[in-house]
Antibody, heavy 118, light 107 residues
Framework: QVQLVQSGGGVVQPGTSLRLSCAAS????????MHWVRQTPGKGLEWVAV????????NYGDSAKGRFTISRDNSRNMVYLQINSLRAEDTSVYYC???????????WGQGSLVTVSS | EIVLTQSPATLSLSPGERATLSCRAS??????LAWYQQKPGQPPRLLIY???NRATGIPARFSGSGSGTDFTLTISSLEPEDFAVYYC?????????FGPGTKVDIK
């Protein structure tokens, strides 16, 4: 069965960097695009980034441009989200999500809580 | 950015009743809209994509309709496990946005 198991997250200080990881299994990872979506109680659900099946295409939401980098390693069935210069407003639960038909989200990871606080 | 507005914010119904949830877009989406269900402590679950296609494993009591700027999610007869928050989502040109959600709670 499809599984997306996330790691990383936790409490981090403003201005530092963090990498979230997502291990995929149960499907042919190399043919699917992958996304990161975040959720906060105040702002709701927010799409962060997408990476194409082979890594050649990436796109970012407006809040993620410049400080966030999505990447993948198809040899390891892994997708990553690097966040630099963390801000309090980056505090969210971050989800790794599989793409269905270019922009729908059919399988979600369990979520990683990132809290940016001094 | 395309803004999605959902109504009502909260819908209070009893099991067995019909639920009708609305999502309105600030620009035409054609049929590019999806619906998700989220329960506390869980990630969202895809219910409907392309406005009216049920995702794999989704019961037939869930149906989606609409096109352009007005869309509807209908739950024909509420089961106890259907009380949750429902979100709509659009994907225009990789500028993906979600609605604020409708909470369906028990009356």
């Amino acid at each position: 069965q499809v599984q997306l198991v996330q790691s990383g997250g936790g409490v981090v200080q403003p201005g530092t960097s963090l990498r979230l990881s997502c291990a995929a299994s149960g499907f042919r990872f190399s043919v699917y695009g992958m996304h990161w979506v975040r959720q906060t109680p105040g702002k709701g659900l927010e799409w962060v980034a997408v990476i194409g099946h082979d890594g050649s295409m990436t796109n970012y939401g407006d809040s993620a441009k410049g400080r966030f980098t999505i990447s993948r390693d198809n040899s390891r069935n892994m997708v990553y989200l690097q966040i630099n210069s963390l801000r309090a407003e980056d505090t969210s639960v971050y989800y790794c999500v599989r793409d269905l038909k270019s922009g729908w989200f059919d399988f979600w990871g369990q979520g990683s809580l990132v809290t940016v606080s001094s | 950015e395309i803004v999605l507005t959902q109504s009502p914010a909260t819908l209070s119904l009893s099991p067995g009743e019909r639920a009708t949830l609305s999502c309105r877009a600030s620009q035409s989406l054609s049929s590019s809209l999806a619906w998700y269900q989220q329960k506390p402590g869980q990630p969202p679950r895809l219910l409907i994509y392309d406005a009216s296609n049920r995702a794999t494993g989704i019961p037939a009591r869930f149906s989606g309709s609409g096109s352009g700027t007005d869309f509807t999610l209908t739950i024909s007869s509420l089961e106890p496990e259907d009380f949750a928050v429902y979100y709509c989502q659009q994907r225009s040109n990789w500028l993906i946005t979600f609605g604020p959600g409708t909470k369906v709670d028990i009356k």
